[in-house]
């Protein structure tokens, strides 16, 4: 790709891609000249270039990356300058901040060079010149990070770094070596205050852009209100609206803020959250006429404010009809997270989970349980033995009789009742995982279990073990 603007009549190139790069073209060059350097058969897109849109996507840039840090600032042409201080601890280490920077900037396919120092002078000098990417410069080696680097990446204007170069000054570390009191009176204050700013002498703050503020739609009443049919179609005029900016976006609603105004007192909030992005209006109500119904009206009501205060991609999809493109597993996958939303609505989010199966062979490590609103985690390899239905939360004690010491089990003593045993299968002998165990003697580690699946004379399948040091049984689940 070539972007082009026009000089006394010439096409220039305003800026190019890699591949440009690669084939020699260079910015400020010739229209023709470069399209004489592209390979055989190559045809490369040319636009005129556009400074208005070429800012709006870094501004566009530097609010996706304030999941990074909430201080980030635009850098035109083409840079962003971020402030990680004290995000570490967030992102568990520096090392894990650069990585994500840069898996995030490749997935949106942005070709970017990484500098990463204690002033936001040295990153930038480092982030365009340095030989590698990303370049990092720890606290104190500011100068001799730069010293090697060409005089530009102080961040000078073209005139005072021509005039450096026609002395013979190409790299930092020559104006280290000169006299500042010279330096200044040839050269201008500027140069100085370059310099300290890059070694830390002189602060410098950024100014960051403001996070996109959530979407929200509202209606105020000319007066309070304690009519709950007033309410209700205000509510609806209000969530229309809010759908509507949704829809237009292309995002679906995670989490909903509901304000009701009130009268000479303080706003009265209340929180949906939503299993999974969703801009369905029929849902949506019903999540919020929910929570509008425990509303105390007696104080009246004077508007409704609905906040999507957490957001998610939702593309345009059909659900309706299969012939022109949805499918039914799509609409299966959005009416289970309705029927989520609407249990986490009436029993509360802390209530309802999922069962995720974990990679252990032992019956009470195998599982465990979720908050349905997390994301899942990977898939676990899950032992492909029967296990009952149901396992009880505590193994339940018993007494089993057998003809001989590791023979089949004839009759079994449990819950105060003698079972006669109908069919016995086993055993299958599990060992505690010695790894749960490291820094602990031998002695503190579970005895080994050999389980048993027995059919009981009424028919019902338990599943008993017995462990082998000290013999004594249990009824650890039974099969439904």
């Given amino acids: 790709m070539l972007l082009t603007r026009e000089v006394a009549g010439r096409e220039l190139i305003a800026s190019c891609c890699a591949r440009s790069l690669d084939a020699g073209v260079r910015t400020g060059m010739d229209l023709a000249h470069a399209r004489s350097l592209m390979p055989a058969g190559a045809s490369p897109h040319i ?53 994500s920077a840069a898996r995030g900037l490749r997935k949106l396919g942005v070709h970017a060079r990484l500098g ?55 790299r930092v570390e020559h104006l280290l070596a000169l006299r500042r009191s010279s330096l200044v009176a040839r050269f201008g204050p500027e140069i100085l205050e370059r310099l300290d700013k890059a070694f830390g002498i002189i602060p410098e703050r950024l100014t960051p852009i403001d996070p996109p503020a959530p979407l929200h739609a509202s209606l105020l009443f000319e007066g ?14 209000v969530l229309t609206e809010l759908v509507s900016h949704l829809a237009t976006r292309e995002r679906g609603v995670r989490s909903l803020l509901i304000e009701l105004r009130r009268p000479d007192a303080k706003p009265e909030m209340r929180t949906v959250t939503l299993s999974r992005a969703s801009r369905n209006e029929k849902h949506l109500w019903s999540l919020v006429r929910s929570q509008l119904e425990r509303v105390d009206l ?51 989010a802390d209530n309802v989970v999922r069962i995720e199966a974990v990679e252990s062979h032992l019956p009470e490590h195998a599982h465990r349980e979720r908050s349905v609103l997390e994301q899942p985690g990977s898939r676990a390899t899950v032992t492909a033995a029967d296990r009952p ?34 069919a016995c299968a086993g055993p299958e002998r599990l060992s505690a ?15 080994d279990r050999d389980y048993y699946a027995l059919q009981l004379e009424t028919g019902l399948w338990v599943w008993a073990c017995r462990q082998l040091k000290t013999r004594r049984w249990f009824v650890h689940g039974e099969w439904c």
């Fill in 298 to 348: 007696s104080k009246g009501v004077e508007g409704v404010v609905l906040r999507a205060r957490r957001t998610a991609r939702l593309r345009h999809e059909q659900l309706a009809s299969p012939a022109l493109g949805g499918s039914a597993e799509q609409a299966a996958q959005a009416a289970w997270g309705e029927l989520i939303d609407t249990l986490i609505d009436r029993l509360g």
């Fill in 224 to 237: 309070p209100s304690d009519q709950w049919a007033s309410l209700e179609a205000a509510a609806r005029q």
């Fill in 116 to 170: 990463i120092a204690s002033t936001f002078a040295c990153a930038w000098g480092l982030a365009r010149f340095a030989p590698r990417s990303p370049a990092v410069a720890r606290e104190g080696e500011e100068k001799a990070a730069l010293a090697p680097l060409p005089v530009a990446a102080l961040h000078l204007d073209e005139a005072t770094t021509f005039a450096f170069r026609e002395v013979g000054i190409t």
């Fill in 47 to 99: 636009e005129p270039h556009r400074p208005d849109r070429q800012h709006e996507a870094l501004v566009a840039l530097s609010k996706r990356l304030l999941r990074l840090s909430p201080l980030v600032q635009p850098d035109p042409p083409d840079g962003v300058l971020i402030d990680f201080t004290g995000t570490e601890f967030v992102h568990r280490g520096e090392t894990r901040i650069i990585r």
């Fill in 433 to 447: 995982e010695w790894w749960r165990w490291p820094d602990q003697g031998r002695q503190a580690v579970p005895p």
């Fill in 389 to 422: 239905a149901r396992l009880f939360p505590q193994p339940e004690p018993a007494e089993a009789m057998a003809l001989v010491p590791d023979g089949p089990v004839l009759s079994l003593t449990w819950r105060r009742r003698r079972w006669r045993v109908v």
